[in-house]
């Protein structure tokens, strides 16, 4: 087991913002188009945070053209170039999973000040 864990302890990535469910994060993901890549930015809520170590991931909502998008990302993915935290949410729940049934003014999660 202690093999396992050095092997993943060196992909980990060592800078990470402090980021917890509620919060309205900014990710940027490498994106290859052919022979060409660039940075694309996916902003919206976090409404799950799964596994741990190596394994973690983030599952973003957000809301465009009135159409709900989520995305999950590992948190210690080379394809992720950083993840910026926007706003911090104020939430009791470990999952946010009725966020989705809910739209407009109620889908939004108060501000942690």
């Known amino acids: 087991m202690d093999l396992v864990k050095a092997l993943s302890e060196q992909y980990m990535k060592s800078e990470l913002p402090t980021m917890n469910v509620g919060d309205t994060v ?5 994106v290859k188009e052919g022979s060409r890549e660039r940075v694309q930015v996916f902003e919206g809520i976090i409404i ?3 596994h741990g170590g190596i394994n973690e991931t983030i599952t973003v ?3 465009s053209y009135n159409v709900g998008c989520e995305k999950v990302f ?5 394809t992720i170039v ?3 935290t926007v706003r911090r949410g104020k939430v009791r729940r470990a999952k946010l ?3 989705r049934d809910r739209v407009g003014k ?8």
Do not use: M, Q, T
């Not at 590992?74 to 080379?78: G, I, L, N, Y």
């Open 26 to 30: 900014r990710v940027s993901v490498k």
């Open 48 to 50: 799950a945070r799964k």
């Open 61 to 63: 909502r957000r809301i």
């Open 74 to 78: 590992p948190v210690h993915s080379p």
């Open 82 to 84: 950083g993840v910026e």
């Open 97 to 99: 999973y009725y966020l």
């Open 106 to 113: 109620r889908a939004k999660v108060k501000e942690r000040i």
